[in-house]
């Protein structure tokens, strides 16, 4: 199961930034992508981008200026960056694993998920 690692709390204006380990996988198999994913307080799970095998990397495109998803082979983990965070960036963050790209709950290996707070 992925894992999910960063703080819980930050402070407007800052760089959020979560890591995701995938153990007993590697994130240069052929085809496989790499996603982050929030969910807000009372709404929907929100698809924020992804990366692939290959590096190449994928954003929801209202969050593209903002966002940036790198990787580490040789950690086999891959990286969040969310910049100038306000309070309506306050969610659960999950990483997904698996052979597409914005991958519905059933589809791919997802973390557990891990809850960010915007506040001063």
């Known amino acids: 199961q992925l894992q999910e690692s960063g703080p819980g709390l930050v402070k407007p204006s800052q760089t959020l930034s979560l890591t995701c380990a995938v153990p007993?996988?590697?994130?240069?198999?052929?085809?496989?992508?790499w996603n982050w994913i929030r969910q807000p307080p009372g709404k929907d799970l929100e698809w924020m981008g992804a990366?692939?095998?290959?590096?190449?990397?994928y954003y929801r495109p209202s969050l593209k200026s903002r966002t940036s998803i790198l990787r580490d082979t040789s950690k086999n983990q891959f990286t969040l960056q969310l910049r100038s965070v306000t309070p309506e960036d306050t969610a659960v963050y999950y990483c997904a694993g698996g052979r597409v790209v914005n991958p519905r709950k059933d589809q791919g290996s997802w973390g557990r998920g891990t809850q960010v707070t915007v506040s001063s």
């Open positions: 007993g996988g590697s994130i240069t198999t052929n085809y496989s992508y």
């Open positions: 990366i692939a095998y290959s590096g190449s990397t």
